[in-house]
């Protein structure tokens, strides 16, 4: 077992203090958006000098490359309204970028890798996320609810898809993404129209009455494929994605956005079996494994420990909940250990580990451990 020193990531969205509490060291004032446990340039993960060597050495170095990236994410503010492509999406845009001779650290840079980010989150607290966009009968009853009354016939009279290219887009002769004051006219703004109001005063907020707002308790998790629109708006929670960073950007964001490739990526009609904003397996809503495209993840307890989270994603995610003794044999080629609560021997809150095919650890506590195999 090689314990880990993940790469931190500050962007301007994450929480001053739910990472360095959980790493149990002192704030330093920057904003801790996520920790990047994997082997991608942009973040990769150390092996932990302190525990085995006298220098610093890349978990790459020893392992190769990891075909996943375990997080730790915590944002205190919304994130950018984002998709990411497919594998084919992916090799075609990454040639098209490197052809066109665009640097990897380019602003305009999107397609930073040949291969898809496929994506789970599980909440570690009470999390809130948009994602997907809603059914017809649920966007329109949101937009009534808010008093959204052009968005609301544009939604009877022509989709929801329309209505959502229409927010992002905008209507005016320059083709700038901004909204028609009447379309944008909400009376009732929803929660979570608030909340992209509140930190980005952008009119385009509207669109949150198109999606699907989606609210988690800790243990629940969202799985997000190809094409899925979304935008996590609040919590810690740990994210599990192809080792990738393709990321294509709408609205709500400082950084690039291309509206011609975010719609060329993203999926805007709704999944059959959209439930209506807030649900969620906590709420007795509906759960993923269920209708196609449905994000929210079903969990199947395989022992009294151990529960397996079950959804098309090409790696698979099991949570222990240790409470005394606890031995764990890695069959996958690569596994990597992330304790979010408690303590198990050198395993401790915020602590990661790698443990290569065929080795057995023992650990010992009371602790919530994450394993992720592929």
């Not at 887009?169 to 992209?196: F, H, I, K, N, W």
Request: proline share 6%; charged share 20%.
């Amino acid at each position: 077992m090689l314990r880990l020193k993940g790469a931190v990531q500050h962007y301007a969205w994450g929480d001053r203090f739910a990472l360095p509490e959980m790493l149990e060291i002192t704030a330093d004032g920057r904003p801790w958006a996520e920790i990047w446990y994997g082997t991608h340039p942009r973040g990769p993960a150390h092996i932990d000098e302190s525990v085995h060597l006298p220098a610093p050495t890349y978990l790459s170095d020893e392992i190769g490359d990891l075909p996943f990236i375990v997080k730790l994410l915590a944002a205190a503010q919304p994130l950018s309204l984002q998709t990411h492509p497919s594998a084919s999406q992916a090799a075609r845009g990454f040639a098209r970028e490197e052809a066109a001779g665009i640097s990897l650290d380019a602003k305009q840079r999107m397609y930073v890798d040949d291969r898809a980010k496929p994506e789970m989150v599980i909440a570690l607290d009470s999390f809130e996320a948009l994602c997907g966009t809603a059914s017809r009968d649920v966007a329109l009853q949101q937009c009534n609810d808010a008093g959204a009354t052009a968005l609301a016939a544009m939604v009877a009279q022509h989709g929801v898809a329309h209505a959502v290219r229409a927010v992002l887009s905008g209507d005016d002769s320059t083709g700038s993404p901004t909204v028609s004051a009447e379309l944008a006219r909400v009376d009732t703004p929803s929660p979570a129209m608030t909340q992209l109001m509140d930190h980005y005063d952008d009119p385009r907020a509207v669109v949150a009455l198109l999606m699907n707002h989606l609210r988690l308790a800790p243990g629940d998790a969202l799985y997000l494929d190809a094409g899925t629109v979304h935008a996590y708006l609040y919590g810690t929670a740990l994210e599990v994605q192809g080792s990738s960073d393709n990321v294509m950007r709408a609205a709500f964001t400082d950084k690039h956005v291309d509206l011609n490739e975010f719609f060329a990526v993203a999926r805007l009609d709704a999944a059959p079996g959209a439930g209506p904003a807030g649900d969620g397996p906590a709420g007795g809503g509906p759960a993923g494994g269920g209708p196609a495209g449905d994000p929210l993840v079903l969990t199947e307890r395989i022992s009294p420990t151990s529960v397996a989270y079950r959804c098309n994603a090409p790696f698979s995610v099991m949570r222990h909940e240790l409470n005394g003794t606890f031995a764990l044999t890695a069959t996958s080629k690569h596994t990597i250990l992330v304790c979010t609560s408690g303590s198990a021997g050198p395993l401790t809150r915020g602590a990661a580990a790698y443990v290569a095919a065929g080795e057995t650890i023992a650990l010992e506590g009371t602790a919530t451990i994450y394993s992720v195999s592929a």
